[in-house]
């Protein structure tokens, strides 16, 4: 069993993931949003480098990336949203090239600061701000095209949205794609095969015959 997966594309409207299987029974599940919890820290700003570094705490570990959105609380001086330009354990450097968040740190020492409040999306571009309140990520259209000796399923919010079969280009107009789910992707075919599925947020903007096949 062997499956992977990868977001190939990714824009204000649209997400292209490319799954490759190659035995029954694969299976693999495409993230459309993940929310960062990241919690409370004693943290040490630096103004010089534009770094917030925390105290016994893991960046990594808690999910932050290039591109995460920090939404900073319990500070003196440092309270906003932040764009990540770069991440380890211990420090997050700020973006500073940006208009649309915070992008400068203020020198403050060992403050109990608290990380709320971001997601990550399969439509996020870098640099844009969403919060945990922003609206849902709704999927208008989808696109697809497969080459596989059985089927394929895509299941999204516990109900097979797709049944595909064997070498197939189409196009859909989900009818109700208005949540968060992530979608599962499944390969029943006794060979695997590959699939891309290009999710758009827009009506219209999807491709009816998507190009690029991967085989």
Not at 6 to 12: P, V, W
Not at 91 to 117: K, L, M, P, Q
Not at 121 to 127: I, R
Not at 169 to 174: E, L, N
Request: net charge neutral; hydrophobic share 45%.
């Amino acid at each position: 069993m062997a499956i992977t997966a990868t977001r190939i594309h990714s824009s204000l409207n649209k997400a292209i993931f490319k799954v490759t299987a190659t035995a029954a029974a694969d299976t693999t599940t495409l993230t459309i949003k993940t929310v960062i919890t990241i919690g409370a820290g004693n943290s040490v700003f630096t103004a010089a480098t534009n770094t917030i570094s925390r105290v016994a705490a893991d960046w990594v570990s808690a999910g932050v990336t290039v591109g995460s959105v920090l939404i900073v609380a319990g500070t003196v001086s440092n309270n906003g949203t932040f764009i990540v330009k770069s991440v380890t354990a211990t420090d997050v450097v700020i973006e500073s090239n940006t208009s649309v968040a915070r992008n400068f740190i203020v020198d403050e020492a060992s403050v109990a600061a608290t990380y709320t409040g971001s997601y990550k999306s399969a439509f996020l571009h870098y640099g844009q701000i969403f919060t945990i309140a922003s609206p849902k990520v709704n999927i208008a259209e989808m696109s697809y095209s497969c080459n596989a000796a059985g089927d394929i399923t895509l299941t999204r919010n516990s109900t097979v949205t797709h049944k595909l079969f064997g070498n197939a280009v189409g196009f859909h107009a989900p009818s109700s794609e208005s949540n968060d789910q992530n979608i599962v992707v499944l390969f029943t075919t006794t060979v695997g095969g590959t699939l891309m599925l290009e999710l758009s947020k827009v009506e219209g903007f999807s491709a009816i015959n998507p190009k690029g096949l991967p085989y």
